[in-house]
């Protein structure tokens, strides 16, 4: 740091800070793709940063899970536990294979012990209901698409 006072210190940035933001706004331009690549590549080696970083922006919920916290339960086979579905981000965009974390009692919060690694499709199932709900729903569509492929046999 240019100086140790903080008064001073303080005049010194604010003398500056004309030159110093545009030095970080051509840094930016200049860097923009190298940067943008590098998140994609970190987050794409490191998916439960990106989730852990997404959780804790969601308000009024508990939250005392890390990024190492997830990666320790995240499946050994990358794959989703409920739907065996193998976990892949999509480009940009959540897509039914990509990682999520479920809360499993939602009004615990994303806490430790009361999280897991599923895909986005398993989680949009499970969202707001009970299993004894997803069972009945699950045993309904299965009802259904078993009359629809008996009436197309004939």
């Not at 100086?3 to 545009?22: F, G, L, W």
């Not at 806490?111 to 499970?126: D, E, F, W």
């Amino acid at each position: 740091m240019p100086y140790k006072d903080a008064t001073a210190r303080k005049e010194y940035y604010q003398k500056n800070k004309p030159t110093r933001k545009e030095y970080y706004k051509e840094y930016y331009q200049k860097n923009k793709l190298a940067k943008k690549e590098y998140n994609k590549e970190y987050e794409e080696e490191n998916p439960w940063v990106w989730m852990t970083s997404k959780a804790k922006r969601r308000t009024n919920l508990f939250f005392n899970i890390t990024s190492e916290y997830i990666k320790s339960i995240w499946p050994e086979d990358n794959k989703c536990p409920a739907l065996g579905i193998e976990l892949k981000r999509g480009k940009e965009k959540v897509i039914d294979s990509s990682p999520t974390i479920d809360r499993i009692i939602p009004e615990l919060g994303y806490i430790k012990g009361n999280v897991q690694v599923v895909c986005a499709l398993a989680n949009r199932i499970m969202t707001s209901a009970t299993p004894d709900q997803v069972i009945m729903v699950g045993e309904y569509f299965k009802k259904i698409t078993k009359e629809l492929e008996n009436e197309k046999a004939f």
